[in-house]
């Protein structure tokens, strides 16, 4: 009954962008925090950036502030992640994640997110 959907991977070069959608259905989006996370085959998932209820509240990962921007859409369920000036080491799965379960977001623990979407491959070579 819950479904998160990330779409709009692809293979660009270093240097461009790509915006990322995650379609929420099931759910409040109301009540939930969204966040992106990556992951790279053998590795750790890597918090990426995530929005607070309100909106209000945005965080990112050191490695990618300044480049990305979080937004939600309320109107369309949906939540984008514009990605700029894109490096090889973005090269990843990235998956978006729905919470509740603590005030504002975080991508320092992806344990509390409680669902999960498929995720969307993002390539980044020359």
């Known amino acids: 009954q819950v479904q998160l959907v990330e779409s709009g991977g692809g293979s660009v070069q270093p240097g461009n962008s790509l915006t990322l959608s995650c379609v929420v259905s099931g759910l409040d989006l109301d009540s939930y925090a969204i966040g992106w996370f990556r992951q790279i085959p053998g590795k750790e998932r890597e918090g990426v950036s995530c929005?607070?209820?309100?909106?209000?509240?945005?965080f990112y990962g050191d490695s990618v502030k300044g480049r990305f921007t979080i937004s939600r859409d309320r109107a369309k369920n949906t939540v984008y992640l514009r990605m700029t000036n894109l490096k090889p080491e973005d090269t990843a799965v990235y998956y978006c994640?729905?919470?509740?379960?603590?005030?504002?977001?975080?991508?320092?623990?992806?344990?509390?997110?409680?669902?999960w979407g498929q995720g969307t491959q993002v390539t980044v070579s020359s």
């Open positions: 994640g729905a919470e509740r379960r603590i005030m504002g977001c975080t991508v320092l623990y992806d344990e509390v997110y409680e669902y």
């Open positions: 929005i607070s209820k309100s909106g209000g509240n945005t």
